[in-house]
Every structure is written in C-alpha cells, then in structure tokens.
T-cell receptor, first 117, second 112 residues
Framework: GAVVSQHPSWVICKSGTSVKIECRSL??????MFWYRQFPKQSLMLMAT?????????EQGVEKDKFLINHASLTLSTLTVTSAHPEDSSFYIC?????????????FGAGTRLSVL | SQQGEEDPQALSIQEGENATMNCSYK?????LQWYRQNSGRGLVHLIL?????REKHSGRLRVTLDTSKKSSSLLITASRAADTASYFC????????????FGKGTTLSVSS
C-alpha cells in the first residue's frame, strides 16, 4: 500500500531554535499534503494544507510565519517550526492524499514528536 | 477545527466483550473514516464508509452511518487486549481534496 514517510520521528531542541520536519510520499505523487498537530491525550488538529507549487493554506489561529510549510515537489512537504518555544512541544503528523481515481484514503506519516526545552 | 464529538471519551471493558463508540459530526460529508492510534504512535486506518452507505464490515469491525442524524458508530466485537488504543472518527467534506477533520476520540481499554 501507499506509504508516507515522516522524519525525524523524535526531536529535542532548545528554545529559540528552528526544527524542520519532512513528509515524503514514497510510492505516489501527492499534490496535496496536510499537517496536523496533536497535544497529549487530545485529537488531531489540522494546521495547514500544503499544495505543491503554491502557498500553504493555514487554519485559523495557526501562525504562518511560525510554522513554515514548503511543498517543493510532488513527493515532499516540509514543516519548519521557527523560533520554537516549549508550548510548541507536540506530536506533528502529516498526511498525503493518494491521487488515484476513486480513492479517498489519506495516508498518514508515523508522526514527529517535538520536545522544546 | 474539529468536526464533532465522540462518545464515550473513555471505555473500559473485559476481553471478549463488544465495544461501541459513537461519533457525531456537523457538516455534510463525502465519507467518514475510523482510525486507531496506540499511545504515542501514528494512525492506523481502520475503515471508510461513504455517505451513500449505511453499514460496513471489516473483520471484527462494524461501522454504521446515519447521515440524517450526522452520526456514526464503530463496533468492535469480541475485543482483545491488543485492541486497547484511542479511536478517532474523521470526516471528509464534500469538497474534493479537503483535509480530514478528526473527532475528539475514544480511549478504549480492554483488560484480560
């Protein structure tokens, strides 16, 4: 089946630094990818929709200058958390929509756990 | 944004019992999907039901969808300790290419 790879799976960084998370579709091309954030014991909250070759669409309340999204190719989207603070510590998950005709399933990465000290 | 509510928020049962989780949503949908998440791990897709379907089965899973009530239920029969996880429903709106919107989830604990 389709696979979405997310890297790194776990990262610890100091406050004020930036962290880049990669999301790759390994065996299909994804024009659209999605980024979610999940706080402990909570559900997934959609952060933004990443469109290949164009600007990302951010959900209300998500700071686009803080969470930079780049979808430079049909198989890679990146999320950069800039000037990270402890409150940014969370589980970040990406997903990619398979473009196959009639297929509705989105494939999720395994997630990245970010801990900001 | 979150689409809806799941209930119960937490469910504890014994192995062999059935577990039923409910999900309600607010807007018109193209499909509704159920996912499972083990603690601290990624999501596992369980089952998808389209808006024109009313019931679907997959192994020990049974999903129903009532679009008039904007609700769905997930039934896990003959539960096992390995079913212990969080379960989320997620809806896809009618507009093509939209993101999945997740419910708040139900935490299921199955004790042996």
């Amino acid at each position: 089946g389709a696979v979405v790879s997310q890297h790194p799976s776990w990262v610890i960084c100091k406050s004020g630094t930036s962290v880049k998370i990669e999301c790759r579709s390994l065996d299909f091309q994804a024009t659209t990818m999605f980024w979610y954030r999940q706080f402990p014991k909570q559900s997934l909250m959609l952060m933004a929709t990443s469109n290949e070759g164009s600007k990302a669409t951010y959900e209300q309340g998500v700071e686009k200058d803080k969470f930079l999204i780049n979808h430079a190719s049909l198989t890679l989207s990146t999320l950069t958390v800039t000037s990270a603070h402890p409150e940014d510590s969370s589980f970040y998950i990406c997903s990619a929509r398979h473009p196959g005709g009639g297929r509705d399933i989105q494939y999720f990465g395994a997630g990245t756990r970010l801990s900001v000290l | 944004s979150q689409q809806g509510e799941e209930d119960p928020q937490a469910l504890s049962i014994q192995e062999g019992e059935n577990a039923t989780m409910n999900c309600s949503y607010k807007t018109s949908i193209n499909n509704l999907q159920w996912y499972r998440q083990n603690s601290g791990r990624g999501l596992v897709h369980l089952i998808l039901i389209r808006s024109n379907e009313r019931e679907k089965h997959s192994g020990r899973l049974r999903v129903t969808l009532d679009t008039s009530k904007k609700s769905s239920s997930l039934l896990i029969t003959a539960s096992r300790a390995a079913d212990t996880a969080s379960y989320f429903c997620a809806t896809e709106a009618n507009q093509a290419g939209t993101a999945l919107i997740f419910g708040k989830g139900t935490t299921l604990s199955v004790s042996s």
